[in-house]
């Protein structure tokens, strides 16, 4: 990944260049800061993120798991871990949604059982919080 990127030399770079260089907005960078253990750009004194080129590629990565390959933040989350310990694939493939494999009307199916499904949990905890 990082033959693509022209990073012209410099160390550090602030979130407004890695949110261009990305193509993800910068309030995007810091939730994933949140939910990804192994995005931790450096802060100066004055609290400003300073993200090194390996921070940059971890973010290409993120962008590429959930964006292409469809994986939700708990499934990448894993599957990197995995990466970095030297794991096998077989595992996080059950995480995979494949999502952007579907066709359209596949895609739309999905989504309506996803929905059905939260309903009958929403439905469920009404029922139990009114006989408690």
Known sequence: MSDQLDLSGKLY????????LSGVKAHVLRYWESEFPSLRP?????GSRRYRKRDIEE???IK????D????IAGARKFLQQQKQGGGEAETQQLTMGFGQLDRQEQMEQIKQDLLEILDIVKG???KSAKG
């Open 69 to 72: 390959e469809g994986y939700r």
């Open 125 to 127: 905890e009404k029922k």
């Open 64 to 67: 590429t798991l959930l964006y």
């Open 13 to 20: 770079y602030t979130i407004s260049e890695v949110s261009d």
């Open 59 to 61: 973010v290409l990565a």
């Open 42 to 46: 450096r802060k100066d004194r004055g």
